[in-house]
């Protein structure tokens, strides 16, 4: 029998899976019905859905890195505040905070997760252009 996850452990999954780039891993612990809510973009539906936000996202990035540097958690809800650092396909550097709020269900699968960072000041970082 296969020990259940804490939520604290199925959180530290996701950011190694994201990490590593391994999204069979990824998609496997979001449960069949996960809702992924980015900030700045549509919500995602079901682990198919959600699954295929993340290539086409980290595609633009030669490397990057999640660092979670807080984890709280609260029952079945976890918050973490992580840094990002990375580099553009074009090797700009890249490095935003961002907050993650991820509810696990019983099954210790991701049901919901919400990502929130400033979208304008990473899309300047990304893009190189300064808008005032």
Do not use: C
Not at 84 to 107: E, H, L, S
């Amino acid at each position: 029998m296969v020990a259940m996850r804490t939520p604290e452990q199925t959180v530290r999954a996701y950011f190694d899976a994201v990490n590593a780039r391994d999204y069979e891993a990824l998609a496997a612990l979001f449960a069949d019905d996960a809702e992924l809510r980015p900030v700045g973009s549509r919500a995602r539906r079901g682990r198919e859905d959600v699954a295929a936000y993340y290539p086409p996202l980290l595609a633009g990035f030669a490397e990057s890195h999640d660092e979670p540097t807080r984890i709280s958690v609260a029952g079945q809800v976890v918050t973490a505040e992580i840094t990002f650092t990375g580099r553009t396909a074009d090797g700009a550097p890249v490095t935003f905070d961002a907050v993650d709020v991820i509810d696990v269900d019983d099954d210790g699968r991701i049901a919901r997760l919400s990502l929130w960072y400033d979208t304008r000041a990473v899309a300047k970082q990304v893009t190189g252009h300064q808008r005032h």
